[in-house]
């Protein structure tokens, strides 16, 4: 396995906010159009006391706070910030991910993404930096320069840069558009303005003009979007799944996600099993 150390912290909103715990929990129901009375009889409330809290005639226990941000599925961090705003002390820690109180769990995920071999996996953070991949993503990064690398290589670079991974995806704008809108949820839910800075970045990258989604010579009924990619002189097709930590106590193991790479068909199983010997 390839193990990469993390870049710094992802940013979410800010740690401390001038505009109350009231009017960050109402955004959150907003985002999440939930109305008033739906979140209360969720949270074992009132509607009564929830406009009370968003509107700021009431202060929210400690609990309610923790018990709303639940309900809502505010991301771990952002419970955080919320807990700040009501002036409460933070109960999420953030723990390097090289601290020996993680040792276990990066065991798991290297014994996880090692397993999945011959096939790509790996893991990043709330930034896209790659803090672990396996031999199949080192295999699909042939070629690809150094200073894209290293140091904290970030896979929306590597994928999307032209001198990444991107001239080999044969259906790149198809793809691109796939990716950019998985950032645009993830800013949307994080307001990280690291993470914005990254998309501005990659989604001004130039698309060569003779990207296109092209189609296999003989139709493939994928069962999702798949990405094509040419190694070697073969044309390699995989979906992929991101999996995250349920129930996380701690922001850095909630901002993980694990990707894996499945075969979309039987030539590149077959491929990939005769690269591994």
Do not use: C
Not at 16 to 42: C, F, H, N, Y
Request: aromatic share 6%; no cysteine; charged share 25%.
């Amino acid at each position: 396995m390839t193990t990469v150390a993390s870049g710094p912290p992802a940013s979410g909103s800010a740690a401390v906010t001038d505009k109350g715990v009231g009017p960050m929990l109402r955004a959150w129901r907003e985002r999440r159009r939930i109305s008033q009375l739906e979140l209360a009889l969720r949270a074992d409330s009132s509607a009564r006391h929830i406009s009370f809290v968003e509107t700021g005639r009431s202060r929210p226990s400690e609990e309610m706070v923790l018990r709303l941000a639940e309900h809502l599925e505010v991301p771990v961090r952002e419970r955080n910030s919320l807990l700040l705003a009501a002036g409460y002390a933070p109960r999420f820690p953030e723990t390097p991910l090289d601290d020996p109180a993680l040792d276990a769990l990066r065991d798991g995920m290297e014994r996880l993404i090692v397993g999945y071999e011959p096939y790509p996996a790996l893991v990043v953070d709330a930034g896209y930096i790659v803090v672990a991949a396996n031999r199949g993503i080192a295999m699909l990064l042939e070629g690809v320069p150094e200073e894209l690398m290293a140091p904290a290589p970030n896979a929306m670079r590597l994928t999307l840069h032209p001198d990444g991974l991107a001239p080999r995806i044969r259906n790149l704008r198809e793809w691109r558009g796939h990716l950019l809108a998985q950032m645009e949820r993830e800013i949307a839910l994080q307001r990280s303005e690291r993470l914005r800075a990254l998309y501005e970045e990659v989604s001004a990258y130039p698309v060569p003009e003779d990207a296109h989604d092209g189609e296999p010579a003989e139709p493939v009924p994928y069962f999702a979007l798949p990405l094509r990619i040419e190694h070697d002189g073969r044309i390699l097709s995989f979906v992929s799944s991101i999996s995250t930590f349920n129930t996380p106590m701690d922001v850095t193991v909630a901002e993980l996600a694990i990707e894996t790479f499945l075969p979309a068909d039987p030539a590149t199983t077959k491929y990939l099993h005769s690269l591994a010997g």
